[in-house]
């Protein structure tokens, strides 16, 4: 069983930058693509950002330019740079793996993510 630990989240003002870290228990990165997903209330549950094991990237177009994700295979780690973050980027923010176009195997606790206008 892979766990995943996300971290980083916080309140910021519109404009302003986070950075997400998601620590997975053992190395998979080389097994899993990887993907960062965000809920907002009411809404459900939606891809951000994704990373290949070949280190290909994509993104929701509704943050394209303005989040990077990012791993570090040593460190188990799977990173998400959000600048000029905006009030409707506010949301839990969660990783996980990749299997296909689905998200594959537990989710963890997530990471809330404030932004004030």
């Known amino acids: 069983q892979v766990q995943l630990v996300e971290s980083g989240g916080g309140l910021v003002q519109a404009g302003g930058s986070l950075r997400l870290s998601c620590l997975a228990s053992?190395?998979?990165?080389?097994?899993?693509?990887m993907g960062w997903y965000r809920q907002a209330p009411g809404k459900q549950r939606e891809l951000v950002a994704a990373?290949?094991?070949?280190?290909?990237?994509n993104y929701a177009d509704s943050v394209k330019g303005r989040f990077t994700i990012s791993r570090d295979n040593a460190k188990n780690t799977v990173y998400l740079q959000m600048n000029s973050l905006k009030p409707e980027d506010t949301a839990v923010y969660y990783c996980?793996?990749?299997?296909?176009?689905?998200?594959?195997?537990?989710w963890g606790q997530g990471t809330q993510d404030t932004v004030s206008s």
């Open positions: 996980n793996r990749r299997l296909g176009d689905f998200p594959y195997g537990s």
């Open positions: 990373i290949t094991v070949g280190g290909s990237t």
């Open positions: 053992r190395s998979i990165f080389s097994m899993y693509a």
